[in-house]
């Protein structure tokens, strides 16, 4: 779990380590946890017709092994996945799979109710999405598992944000960040500092934007997270973009254009392409903005 943060080749072979003692151990349990690991893997790595595959040898593996709260909550995985896919009719199927059999186990609830806003969320039904995200964040404070409570906080603060309820947004955002500070989460805190930075920089306050920017930075490179640190870099630089700064902001969205290369991140090279043709035009480099918004249009086209 540890290197899936930061190295996936890494984890992968930590995984097939698990799955020969599994074996070797005659151990279903451990077989189911084997394939929702691969499931993790696989959903990583944007291959989700094979992770639904694997989802669901990990539900079949649990319900061997007589672990029906760990079968629900992989096979509520597999609903992940239509929805990620816009496959929404399928998700709300899935999940009404699990609800039918979840019983009183509140942890599948609190799970699945998070995953149903996202459902919501997606299909941009609004209340709904809402109400889901509160139910989740309900049962996991009754559960008092404060980490877990602050997924479906988050999900929540996005779908504000998405409907211009954005002082609402800013006010969950900082009591999230209070929380995680407090308890030493840091593992998620990337959410919150990218995010009221992107809310403090469309009010116009880019002083205390950047320093949410700078927080943002400094979390992703003490845990490594390639991904993170190029997301932040670009963030960086679109709010040196913003406040005037081109010439300043160049240098942050080039080296989050070569991390995004080096890492085939085809939506952040993007985005980076776009803004340095922007930098470049600000500064009426116009050559070398026609260089990169080109560059931008035939990634787009490939």
Known sequence: DSSSVVDLARTATYVERMRDMARRAGSDYHLGFVEEKQGMLSYRGSRLDSARVQYNRSYDYYRKAGRQEEALLAYTRIGIMYSLEGRFAEAADTYDFVRARAGKMRKVHAFLYNQLGTLYHYQNKVDSAGYYYQKSAEEYSTLRDTLA?????????????????????????????????????????????????GLLMAEGDYENALLYGEKQYDYAKNIRDTLKIMNALSNIGRLMLTRGEPAAGIPYIKEALALAKKGDVFETQQFCLLHLGEAYMALEQYDESEKYLKACQALDES
Do not use: C, F
């Not at 800013?170 to 009221?196: C, F, V």
């Open 149 to 197: 409570m602050l997924r479906p906080m988050y999900n929540h603060t996005v779908l504000l944000s998405d409907n211009n309820k954005k002082d609402k947004a800013k006010s969950m955002l900082l009591q999230i960040k209070d929380l995680q500070e407090r308890i030493k989460a840091w593992e998620d805190l990337n959410y919150p500092y990218g995010n009221l930075m």
